[in-house]
């Protein structure tokens, strides 16, 4: 994303900004009380990330599952990078994040006594946002890990097959 031109409106950047800051707390926060997504995303929201693609209301599950994978995630962000034309109703972002993940007690038992019980991500995420009525709202999420230390979750049978159809790395479960 070329930033070197943007001409976006500083409170734009602070709303999407806080948008990003407010999603991640509600992962780490685990408050995925009915309709919080509304508060994120739009209703055709789409999501990438290394577990495959996702629309709508499975995008929002996705995000879901994958915080239950784990007893406690961290999740920082950072260079924040936005571009949006002045009254556009469209925006885009990209940031850096640092996602510290704690294995549940079932996943540390199954991998024994040396597991690590940490699974850390350094990546970079990438949105499409549209204004609404209610504000910024992601429109598409993308995640991409850049480097990873640990082991990632233990995955469902189904999840992992997926994870190596589309990587061709095998994946845990």
Known sequence: MDETSSTTNPRDHF???TLISGFFRTMDER?????????YFTDDLRTT???????????VRGVEEAIGRFAATL???SDVLVRAEPGARTARASWNA??????????????GESANPL??????YEGELRRTDSGWRFSH???????????????PEETAA?????TGAQASN
């Open 162 to 166: 997926r994870v190596t159809e589309l």
């Open 119 to 124: 699974f850390t991500v350094g990546g970079t």
């Open 141 to 155: 999420v993308s995640v991409r890990a850049v480097w990873t230390t640990g082991e990632p979750p233990v995955l």
């Open 31 to 39: 408050r995925f009380d009915e309709g919080w997504a509304g508060a």
């Open 98 to 111: 640092h996602m510290t993940h704690v294995h549940l007690e079932s996943t540390l038992r199954a991998r």
């Open 15 to 17: 709303e999407i900004t």
């Open 49 to 59: 990330s290394p577990l495959g693609e996702a629309e709508g209301a499975d995008a």
């Open 75 to 77: 999740h920082l962000s």
